[in-house]
């Protein structure tokens, strides 16, 4: 397994190795004491979520207060899909600057963001599965959005995939919207809430 970060900091990319036989493939698709040794604390899972998208959904931009945040290490079950990782985290030297990963079923990458990133993705097939495992369950007061089509954000989308996005996602604000309501973590929270994790005094 290569864990290897994104130019988001507190954000990383592991592809697998996979074994493949004339009976299909076996892979280990996660490793918690791996991933522990690049990101200095152990994931605890808190909860499990997956998602069935058509072509074109495109889910997001979603982040978490902070603390507690929550982390994501998302998958592709079946299909594909473009995972997106944007540095929502006022005073980060990359704050607007995103990253994407192709997630699918043949490589069977996954990505890890830490608490305070946003996360979103746009799936490239229909019956695209998402599986994610979650630092922290959901909680809808904590829980926020930007606009994933916002201009000032700008994510690439693939040339022939029409964004089908939930009204939710649709009403929300732009990233200048949210640093003028106060909804976004700082970069200083962030880093403060991740060394509790590792037991590092502030």
Excluded at 21 to 44: I, M, Y
Excluded at 107 to 125: Q, T
Excluded at 186 to 191: D, I, N, P, R, W
Aim: charged share 20%.
């Amino acid at each position: 397994m290569d864990i290897r970060p994104l130019s988001i900091e507190g954000a990383w990319v592991v592809t697998p190795r996979i074994f493949p036989d004339d009976r299909g493939v076996f892979l280990e698709s996660f490793r918690g004491d791996r991933l522990a040794e690049v990101t200095g604390h152990r994931l605890d899972v808190i909860q499990t979520n997956v998602s069935l998208s058509s072509r074109g959904t495109l889910r997001g931009v979603h982040f978490a207060d902070v603390p507690v945040g929550q982390a994501k290490y998302v998958t592709a079950i079946s299909g594909s899909l473009l995972d997106f990782v944007v540095d929502i985290r006022v005073g980060s030297p990359t704050f607007g600057q995103w990253e994407s990963v192709l997630l699918d079923s043949r490589e069977r990458k996954a990505v890890y963001l830490s608490e305070g990133l946003g996360h979103a993705f746009c799936a490239l097939e229909d019956d695209t599965a998402a599986h994610y495992l979650c630092s922290a369950a959901y909680n809808p007061s904590a829980e926020h959005g930007i606009n994933p089509l916002d201009p000032d954000l700008a994510l690439t989308l693939p040339e022939g995939v029409e964004p089908l996005l939930s009204p939710k996602d649709t009403a929300a604000p732009s990233l200048a919207e949210a640093v003028d309501a106060g909804l976004l973590p700082t970069y200083e929270a962030c880093q403060a809430y991740r060394r509790s994790l590792t037991g590092e005094r502030p």
